[in-house]
């Protein structure tokens, strides 16, 4: 296996200040538990969400080889953990195509799932979920 693309990301101030990656990108944290937290800052849970929607759609795109439009979104809750001390992620992806009926759809979902690393990464976890969903188009908030 060759490697086909690497990168890092570095935190030294924990929940609270910023995070980088070493090209360039610097992100301000701001834990969700403060009350106090700066409300420009980001957090594992959007990072997560984020990273999972990009590459779980972008993979979706290859599986319908471009030929429609497709969204995915991807819901994050942090959970007191069922065991133990901590927290844990209640991770949950909905995926549409456009123009496809409720079984294209679950194709689609289910081969973008086999072929995305992040879905490789987390699909095994007991709190996390796919789901199939109607189209509706683009979140108003990304027009």
């Not at 959007?46 to 590459?55: P, V």
């Not at 429609?68 to 819901?75: G, I, L, N, P, S």
Request: proline share 5%; hydrophobic share 45%; net charge negative.
């Amino acid at each position: 296996m060759s490697m086909r693309y690497r990168t890092e990301a570095i935190n030294s101030d924990g929940g609270e200040g910023t995070a980088a990656v070493p090209d360039g990108l610097t992100v301000t944290v701001s834990s969700p538990l403060n009350p106090d937290r700066d409300p420009a800052g980001t957090n594992p849970e959007q990072l997560l969400a984020l990273a999972w929607a990009t590459c779980l759609n972008a993979t979706a795109q290859a599986v319908v080889a471009r030929r429609v439009q497709t969204a995915v979104r991807v819901e994050v809750e942090l959970h007191d953990a069922a065991a133990g001390t901590g927290y844990e992620f209640h991770v949950d992806a909905f995926l549409s195509v456009q123009d496809a009926d409720a079984a294209e759809t679950e194709r689609v979902l289910a081969a973008a799932r086999a072929r995305c690393p992040v879905s490789k990464l987390i699909g095994g976890a007991a709190t996390v979920t796919v789901h199939a969903e109607q189209f509706v188009g683009e979140p108003a908030s990304t027009r």
